[in-house]
Structure formats: C-alpha cells, structure tokens
C-alpha cells in the first residue's frame, strides 16, 4: 500500500500519556465488558480530541459511522437546549437546527429522528459549493427576531458533493456569540487534521462543540469506523440520561470511563482497534502523506481535465473529490448534456474500465471522482478521461 515512503512515523506522543496496560488496569472496575478496547477507544478520542484543539475536558465515542456521530451530536444538543426532552418531549416549539443546503442527508435524518420534525430545519444557501457565512449571520438574525430558540448549527467539513469546506471560523464565531451549539460534519474531511497541507482548511475547529468524523474515510480503515468528539464529555453523557444499574455503574453525577453511557448502540464491534493498528502500522504523519498524495492526485486530475476540449471542471478540488462534465462537441444545450453524462456513467461503470458516481451541482448533471485507492497513480487519471472519451464515442 503505497504512502510516499515506507517509514512509519511514530504515534504522536500523546497516545502515550497514559500506557496501554496502565489504562486497562485502570479501568478494569467499571468496564467489564470490553476493558482493552475501552481503553483504548479513549486514548483515541483523546487524541483525536487534542488535534481539534479541544482540552483534557473532551471526551466522545466510536460509531457506526457518520450518521451515527451526527445523530447523537444533534441529541446532545438537544439534550442542552432542551434539558427535559428525555422525559418530556419536545413540546410544540420544537427549536431551529439550521444547516447548509449541501449538508449530507445525515442531519435531516437526524432531524426527523429526533422528532424536531423537517420544517424546524434551516437551510442556509451556498457560495462557491460552502454554507455562506454572510447569509447564516441573516438567518440566525432573523430566527432571533422571531423568538425561535436555536437547538445547532451544523457546517461541513468535507461536503459529499464537492469535498469543499465550510469557514468553520466565521461560522464558529457567529455561534460562539450567540451561545449556539457547532456540530461540524466532518465524516471525510476531518482527517485533513493530520495533514501538514490541508489542516489550515480545519481552521476554526476548536470552536465547534461537536466534530463527526470517520477514519473509514480517509485513514486506511474498512467500514465500519466513526466517531463523534465533543469538546465536553458532559454533553455526551446527558445524551443519554437512561439507568441501567446491571450494566452502568459509577457514582451518581461522576464520570466513567465506561463508553456505554455515551452510546447510541449497546451492543458495539470494537472498531476503535482498527484504527489504533492502522496508527501503529503507518503512523500519524503515514496516514496524513496519504491525505496529502489523494488530494494531489485529484488536483492532477482537474489539470489534466482543464487542458481536455472536452471536459469541463466544476469547482477546483479542496480534497479528493472532483466534479466535472463531459461536453462532447459543444454543441449540445444544457439538458442534452445532462442526458449525455448521466447515460455516459452508467455506460463506463457496465464496460469495467473503471467506476464513477454522478450528482447534480447548480441544477446540471455532473460526473463525480473520489480518489480513494492509495495505489492510484498519475496514468490512472489519463486513462479514466480516456476511458469516458472512447465510451462517449461510441456512443454518438
């Protein structure tokens, strides 16, 4: 598996604050179903945790995936906007969760789960593919004019359509004022944390007091392996204020060490592991030199699809992910086109060449790249445009 070079850099040195047997051994009393795992789920949540810029009060939990780490950040802050809604309900005024109009489907899910219902969620436009934080500034402007209590705000950090990146300062600075709880999707694109090119694109994290995050996405790992950071694992444990005294132990209103009181899942498959033998294996500077050469083959890509007569880009990459058009003779008008490259996809994913998903950016048809594979190489990006090139012909 190709990553630059074949030197494991050595963990951070905060992993090893605390050593492994010395965690388990701590927290043998009050974690007896999985104590290894447990402790070393923590060690990762800490550290993920301080990469985000948060302090020794952070805490989270590994989830199934993003949607899971976005779901039960959104009941978290439900639990602080609403602290009876446990028991109670949410009542008739369900509070606003306000969003950018390229969120993942995660957080309307979500929405509706939660039982705030869709027409309580807040769709903030887009510039340039990432939530505007000009026009957020008006919307939470004008739900306080109406009295409507704000329950999040949620930004994107690696949108799926795009890999674009919300401003996660400007947009951590209208919340904090405000007192507004931040989740930040962060499923693909909070991995550029380990990346010494693209961590300034995380900018602002620390202002968020929720991070999704999925090293299945961009660390080397299968599915599945999420995660969800908080920057206070208070907020986490009031998520899920049940009892279960033949399972939960611990004294009343003093935190465990034990990650079931903090998990929508019971029963959980000890994900975190693969994600410490990935660490160990490649390292934290292995993993980001991969972050890095992924979106370097991407921007390789829309070089090469900017000299193509005909191909258009639609956006320039910020990540891996890249959309683009085929054109054909340019002749064709804009419904034609999207006739074309949605028939285009399909053809080339049956010839086996290779495989590509599609999407729709401004109301167009678009082809869709996620470089993922690390042993994609240069020549591999020559002979997709090729490949679509010679499947289009043959379609004419």
């Known amino acids: ?29 009050v974690s007896e179903m999985s104590p290894a795992i447990t402790a070393i789920e923590r060690q990762l949540i800490r550290w993920m945790a301080e990469l985000a810029g948060y302090g020794v009060e952070a805490g989270g939990t590994f989830t199934s995936g993003g949607t899971e780490a976005t779901f039960t950040a959104l009941l978290a802050a439900r ?34 789960e939660l039982g705030i ?15 505007d934080a000009e026009a957020l500034n008006r919307a939470l402007e004008d739900l306080a004019r109406k009295g409507r209590q704000i329950m999040a705000v949620v930004a994107t950090a690696g949108s799926t359509p795009t890999g674009s990146f919300d401003d996660l300062e400007s947009i951590g600075q209208l919340c904090e004022a405000r007192g507004i709880w931040l989740h930040v999707d962060g499923a693909h694109g909070a991995s550029a944390l380990l990346s010494s090119r693209h961590r300034h694109r995380m900018k602002g994290i620390e202002r968020a007091r929720s991070i999704a995050w999925d090293p299945h ?9 999420g995660m969800l950071v908080v920057r206070e694992e208070r907020d986490i444990d009031q998520a899920f204020l049940q009892r279960a005294p033949y399972l939960f132990h611990g004294a009343e209103n003093q ?7 903090r998990s929508f899942a019971c029963s959980r498959r000890a994900d975190a592991l693969k994600a410490w033998v990935a660490l160990l294996r490649y390292g934290a500077d292995g993993i980001g030199e991969l972050y890095d050469r992924l979106c370097n083959l991407t921007s390789e890509l829309y070089g090469l699809i900017e000299q193509h007569p005909s191909f258009e880009t639609f956006h320039a990459p910020e990540s891996n992910i890249l959309c683009f058009r085929f054109l054909g003779d340019g002749r064709s008008d804009d419904a034609a086109l999207d006739l074309l490259n949605k028939e285009l996809r399909e053809r080339f994913n049956r010839s086996g060449v ?14 869709r790249v996620t470089i993922m594979n690390p042993r994609t190489r240069a020549e591999h990006l020559q002979r997709l ?11 004419a």
């Not at 869709?118 to 939530?131: E, H, K």
């Not at 935190?255 to 009181?261: K, S, W």
Request: aromatic share 6%; hydrophobic share 45%.
């Open 255 to 261: 935190p465990v060490p034990d990650q079931g009181v």
């Open 354 to 367: 290779g495989w590509i998903t599609t999407t729709v950016l401004n109301g167009r048809r678009v082809l």
């Open 117 to 131: 219902g869709l027409r309580a969620g807040v769709v903030v436009p887009n510039r340039d593919f990432r939530m």
């Open 217 to 225: 996405k961009m660390m080397l790992l299968p599915l599945s392996a």
């Open 1 to 29: 598996m190709y990553l630059g070079h074949q030197v494991s850099a050595p963990l951070p040195a905060a992993i090893w604050t605390e050593s492994l047997t010395g965690a388990i051994n701590n927290s043998l009393a």
């Open 79 to 112: 639990a602080r906007a609403l602290p009876d809604a446990w028991e109670n309900g949410i009542g008739n005024a369900a509070p606003a969760v306000v969003y950018g109009e390229n969120a993942h489907y995660a957080v309307t899910r979500a929405i509706g």
């Open 385 to 395: 445009l090729d490949g679509l090139s010679a499947e289009a012909g043959r379609m």
